[in-house]
T-cell receptor, first 112, second 110 residues
Framework: KAGVTQTPRYLIKTRGQQVTLSCSPISGHRSVSWYQQTPGQGLQFLFEYFSETQRNKGNFPGRFSGRQFSNSRSEMNVSTLELGDSALYLC???????????FGPGTRLTVL | GENVEQHPSTLSVQEGDSAVIKCTYS??????FPWYKQELGKGPQLIIDIRSNVGEKKDQRIAVTLNKTAKHFSLHITETQPEDSAVYFCAASKTDKLIFGTGTRLQVFP
């Protein structure tokens, strides 16, 4: 099976703009989670979607939002970008096996 | 809140030696403990995981041990090879939300 794919792989934005990142899970996986990775804060959970519904949420401001489509593909949106939003954004998908998550390569977002 | 501490932050070993990375978690309700390997420019790759009803699990050169009473779990890599060089992350979970440790940069010298 193909792995988790994320697009785009690299993105440069300026402060105040908004951005949308996309994630396609492994075929058959219905759960998609998003994580932010930075040198200072490490890997932090953003949110999880299952069957188009947000099932779990981390401690991030409302500028971070997401959605999931009927084909399990997911998008993450960040509005009013700040310099501190520069990070590697990782998507992980999960099958029916409890908890086992498989990560994509990430989208590297740079905010100038 | 939920927290996972990971030590050491860097680890250098000679090829063929063993490497041990240790993690401690705070939430006693955590029941799933995966380990991920992250190479430069790539996403984390699951290398082994253990659930709270098991004390030890082994997969070739990699093993993980879990002490629920002490809330400790450890990754053991034997016969290290240069391709084992990467950053390793432990994580703990109870509800599909992974709480990650801060990572260990492992360098294996030939």
């Amino acid at each position: 099976k193909a792995g988790v794919t994320q697009t785009p792989r690299y993105l440069i934005k300026t402060r105040g703009q908004q951005v949308t990142l996309s994630c396609s899970p492994i075929s058959g996986h219905r759960s998609v989670s998003w994580y932010q990775q930075t040198p200072g804060q490490g890997l932090q959970f953003l949110f999880e979607y299952f069957s188009e519904t947000q099932r779990n949420k981390g401690n991030f401001p409302g500028r971070f939002s997401g959605r999931q489509f009927s084909n399990s593909r997911s998008e993450m949106n960040v509005s009013t970008l700040e310099l501190g939003d520069s990070a590697l954004y990782l998507c992980a998908s999960k099958d029916s096996t409890p908890d086992t998550q498989y990560f994509g390569p990430g989208t590297r977002l740079t905010v100038l | 809140g939920e927290n996972v501490e990971q030590h050491p932050s860097t680890l250098s070993v000679q090829e063929g030696d063993s490497a041990v990375i240790k993690c401690t978690y705070s939430d006693s309700a955590s029941n799933y403990f995966p380990w991920y390997k992250q190479e430069l420019g790539k996403g984390p790759q699951l290398i082994i995981d253990i659930r709270s009803n098991v004390g030890e699990k082994k997969d070739q050169r990699i093993a993980v041990t879990l002490n629920k009473t002490a809330k400790h779990f450890s990754l053991h890599i034997t016969e290290t090879q240069p391709e084992d060089s990467a950053v390793y992350f432990c994580a703990a979970s109870k509800t599909d939300k992974l709480i990650f440790g801060t990572g260990t940069r492992l360098q294996v010298f030939p």
